[in-house]
């Protein structure tokens, strides 16, 4: 192309391959001209916080840079377009400007625009078609190994990553040298040229915020005004789970297959609803149903036989019209957000689609909270049938909703009776809460059931599936309606009750039960003489010289408090301010029996 006048075009110029054939000496004796009609329209992009605007800018600035130095000429031709112009910009008013100026110059256009290049070429421009070249790797992707759930990759600041799975990840440094702006900028170019050549990769694009979905990665990239700097957080899914791994049980699974259609599945964010969700879309798959997803970006990991809907120009309510057109049988909404969307769920769900939502929500009553106001209240039970709240990877509640007409619990009048919600426990059956009209304001009443041997037993088998993951052999047992004792093995213990309690209170939290955990066997062993004796803050437990390196388990009325290896100093040192110190005073003062057993032989016998 030397000895030519080049005409650059939109497409050529944030492609970026100019630049590298000047500073790899392809052109030398050359004359570039862009057209102001590309200018404006990049300007055009940029206010608009697009990526793409922002790039061709800063390749202008950089061809700018190049012919100086170069000694080729770059100018600025043509017509400055209109605003006409630039709205009908994908009707091809922008790319006829361009063409305008390569006629009247007599000039080869370069374009990496397949549909412009055959344009111009049936006008009769000389043309020269440059095919995008995209890397197969992108930068990002060698901070990325299988545990990565996430990378963050932001100006002035280190890079990180989430690596482990939901509920159970940390965050890490995957590099110490802070990113720079020209660094996230080359990235954002490699993105962006992989997603002008995937369909549909452009999923959002906002003032100062993109969202692109490359295959299994989801790109968010933001920049001012939206954020104060450039920031690029790409996520990916670590696992890809079926039903079964999520030990359903066989009531719960009965109903999914033969009565369930209004499913909520709901938790905090990185709880693992998505991933049950897909799991979900396969299992119905397998049933023989027809399913669609309704997703904003599309990122959910389902199989080729699940057709992936975005919203159709914009709206999830015009996507639905076209939805039913296809008649699915069951319709996964990831994720239920805006007013719009719940909607859109009841009006499939009532025009008989089987829907399954996805909604963030920190317990499940807020999940059915969310669509009071939204919808009618005497409607939720016939859009909503199944709520399922996940928590760190893990169905931990299931209710189901019932339509009925009664007097509402604690009310006597029969003149009181109304159309009530019950929401009821699905493993027991349980009712947990009521949901009704009282005066001009709906309610929601928590209502205290009596206990049963019945609802005890499905308790404690509730906490053993979770329980178990730490010992299969683990044993459980409900002693009032908030409260459970667990007996593990020895070697299970610091991993149920984790650093400074932190796993223990997270069970006691997503089970909503107190805690208490022992030794399983607590015969094995022989009793010991000791002394209790107070030092300070501290109290000491001292023992025979024979006891020492050796194992102890401390019990208070027969009931386990703490193990510990006794010291060269034949004793164990007890702070008063710590939770076994306050009930080893407390055993003190009021005389309860304390023992103590050795479990372990002596070290080096």
Same mark, same amino acid.
């Given at each position: 192309?030397?000895?030519?006048?080049?005409?650059?075009?939109?497409?050529?110029?944030? #492609?970026?391959?100019?630049?590298?054939?000047?500073?790899?000496?392809?052109?030398?004796?050359?004359?570039?001209?862009?057209?102001?009609?590309?200018?404006?329209?990049?300007?055009?992009?940029?206010?608009?916080?697009?990526?793409?605007?922002?790039?061709?800018?800063?390749?202008?600035?950089?061809?700018?840079?190049?012919?100086?130095?170069?000694?080729?000429?770059?100018?600025?031709?043509?017509?400055?377009?209109?605003?006409?112009?630039?709205?009908?910009?994908?009707?091809?008013?922008?790319?006829?400007?361009?063409?305008?100026?390569?006629?009247?110059?007599?000039?080869?256009?370069?374009?990496?625009?397949?549909?412009?290049?055959?344009?111009?070429?049936?006008?009769?421009?000389?043309?020269?078609?440059?095919?995008?070249?995209?890397?197969?790797?992108?930068?990002?992707?060698?901070?990325?190994?299988?545990?990565?759930?996430?990378?963050?990759?932001?100006? #002035?600041?280190?890079?990180?990553?989430?690596?482990?799975?939901?509920?159970?990840?940390?965050?890490?440094?995957?590099?110490?040298?802070?990113?720079?702006?020209?660094?996230?900028?080359?990235?954002?170019?490699?993105?962006?040229?992989?997603?002008?050549?995937?369909?549909?990769?452009?999923?959002?694009?906002?003032?100062?915020?993109?969202?692109?979905?490359?295959?299994?990665?989801?790109?968010?990239?933001?920049?001012?005004?939206?954020?104060?700097?450039?920031?690029?957080?790409?996520?990916?899914?670590?696992?890809?789970?079926?039903?079964?791994?999520?030990?359903?049980?066989?009531?719960?699974?009965?109903?999914?297959?033969?009565?369930?259609?209004?499913?909520?599945?709901?938790?905090?964010?990185?709880?693992?609803?998505?991933?049950?969700?897909?799991?979900?879309?396969?299992?119905?798959?397998?049933?023989?149903?027809?399913?669609?997803?309704?997703?904003?970006?599309?990122?959910?990991?389902?199989?080729?036989?699940?057709?992936?809907?975005?919203?159709?120009?914009?709206?999830?309510?015009?996507?639905?019209?076209?939805?039913?057109?296809?008649?699915?049988?069951?319709?996964?909404? #990831?994720?239920?957000?805006?007013?719009?969307?719940?909607?859109?769920?009841?009006?499939?769900?009532?025009?008989?689609?089987?829907?399954?939502?996805?909604?963030?929500?920190?317990?499940?009553?807020?999940?059915?909270?969310?669509?009071?106001?939204?919808?009618?209240?005497?409607?939720?039970?016939?859009?909503?049938?199944?709520?399922?709240?996940?928590?760190?990877?893990?169905?931990?509640?299931?209710?189901?909703?019932?339509?009925?007409?009664?007097?509402?619990?604690?009310?006597?009048?029969?003149?009181?009776?109304?159309?009530?919600?019950?929401?009821?426990?699905?493993?027991?059956?349980?009712?947990?809460?009521?949901?009704?009209?009282?005066?001009?304001?709906?309610?929601?009443?928590?209502?205290?059931?009596?206990?049963?041997?019945?609802?005890?037993?499905?308790?404690?088998?509730?906490?053993?599936?979770?329980?178990?993951?730490?010992?299969?052999?683990?044993?459980?047992?409900?002693?009032?309606?908030?409260?459970?004792?667990?007996?593990?093995?020895?070697?299970?213990?610091?991993?149920?009750?984790?650093?400074?309690?932190?796993?223990?209170?997270?069970?006691?939290?997503?089970?909503?039960?107190?805690?208490?955990?022992?030794?399983?066997?607590?015969?094995?062993?022989?009793?010991?003489?000791?002394?209790?004796?107070?030092?300070?803050?501290?109290?000491?437990?001292?023992?025979?010289?024979?006891?020492?390196?050796?194992?102890?388990?401390?019990?208070?009325?027969?009931?386990?408090?703490?193990?510990?290896?006794?010291?060269?100093?034949?004793?164990?040192?007890?702070?008063?301010?710590?939770?076994?110190?306050?009930?080893?005073?407390?055993?003190?003062?009021?005389?309860?029996?304390?023992?103590?057993?050795?479990?372990?032989?002596?070290?080096?016998?």
């Amino acid at each position: 192309m030397n000895n030519d006048k080049l005409v650059l075009d939109t497409s050529i110029i944030i #492609d970026g391959r100019v630049s590298r054939m000047l500073e790899d000496g392809e052109l030398s004796k050359c004359e570039m001209i862009i057209p102001i009609a590309v200018l404006d329209e990049l300007q055009a992009q940029a206010s608009l916080s697009r990526e793409q605007g922002f790039i061709g800018l800063n390749e202008v600035k950089r061809l700018r840079e190049l012919c100086s130095s170069k000694g080729i000429t770059l100018r600025f031709e043509g017509e400055r377009p209109s605003m006409d112009d630039i709205r009908l910009a994908r009707h091809g008013r922008i790319d006829a400007l361009i063409k305008d100026v390569a006629k009247k110059e007599g000039a080869m256009l370069v374009t990496a625009d397949y549909v412009q290049a055959l344009v111009a070429e049936a006008e009769g421009i000389k043309v020269k078609y440059i095919r995008k070249d995209v890397k197969r790797e992108l930068s990002f992707e060698k901070y990325i190994d299988e545990q990565t759930m996430s990378l963050h990759m932001m100006e #002035d600041v280190s890079i990180l990553a989430k690596k482990g799975k939901p509920g159970a990840f940390e965050l890490v440094k995957v590099r110490e040298e802070p990113c720079t702006h020209e660094e996230l900028t080359n990235m954002i170019r490699e993105i962006s040229d992989a997603a002008r050549l995937t369909p549909g990769a452009n999923e959002i694009s906002m003032n100062g915020a993109t969202v692109i979905q490359l295959g299994n990665y989801r790109i968010a990239i933001t920049r001012p005004p939206f954020s104060d700097k450039l920031e690029i957080t790409v996520v990916r899914p670590t696992v890809r789970l079926t039903l079964d791994d999520y030990r359903v049980s066989k009531r719960l699974m009965d109903r999914l297959k033969s009565k369930a259609e209004g499913i909520l599945i709901a938790g905090p964010p990185g709880s693992g609803k998505s991933t049950l969700a897909s799991s979900l879309a396969e299992f119905y798959m397998k049933q023989g149903k027809i399913v669609k997803t309704f997703e904003s970006p599309r990122d959910l990991q389902v199989s080729d036989a699940v057709m992936q809907y975005a919203p159709l120009e914009g709206s999830f309510k015009k996507a639905a019209e076209i939805l039913l057109l296809v008649r699915p049988d069951y319709t996964i909404f #990831d994720e239920v957000r805006k007013s719009e969307d719940f909607e859109v769920f009841a009006d499939m769900r009532l025009a008989g689609v089987g829907m399954v939502g996805v909604l963030h929500a920190s317990s499940p009553l807020d999940a059915i909270q969310r669509f009071i106001g939204r919808v009618e209240l005497g409607m939720i039970p016939h859009i909503l049938d199944t709520i399922i709240f996940v928590n760190a990877g893990a169905i931990v509640k299931v209710y189901e909703l019932n339509l009925t007409v009664r007097v509402p619990t604690g009310m006597v009048e029969q003149d009181l009776a109304r159309p009530l919600i019950e929401v009821r426990d699905f493993e027991t059956g349980r009712l947990e809460y009521e949901i009704y009209t009282f005066g001009e304001e709906n309610v929601i009443v928590p209502v205290e059931a009596e206990s049963s041997d019945g609802i005890k037993r499905l308790a404690e088998e509730r906490i053993l599936e979770v329980v178990r993951r730490f010992d299969k052999n683990a044993e459980v047992k409900v002693t009032s309606s908030n409260s459970a004792l667990v007996r593990v093995d020895r070697s299970a213990i610091p991993l149920l009750i984790g650093k400074s309690g932190s796993t223990v209170k997270e069970l006691e939290r997503m089970l909503g039960i107190s805690i208490d955990v022992e030794p399983k066997i607590r015969s094995i062993g022989e009793h010991v003489r000791f002394d209790i004796s107070e030092q300070g803050n501290s109290l000491y437990i001292t023992f025979e010289d024979g006891v020492v390196n050796r194992s102890v388990d401390v019990y208070i009325d027969d009931q386990y408090l703490f193990s510990a290896m006794v010291g060269k100093k034949a004793r164990i040192k007890v702070s008063k301010d710590s939770d076994m110190g306050k009930r080893l005073l407390q055993a003190l003062l009021t005389n309860s029996k304390i023992s103590v057993l050795v479990t372990q032989n002596r070290r080096g016998n």
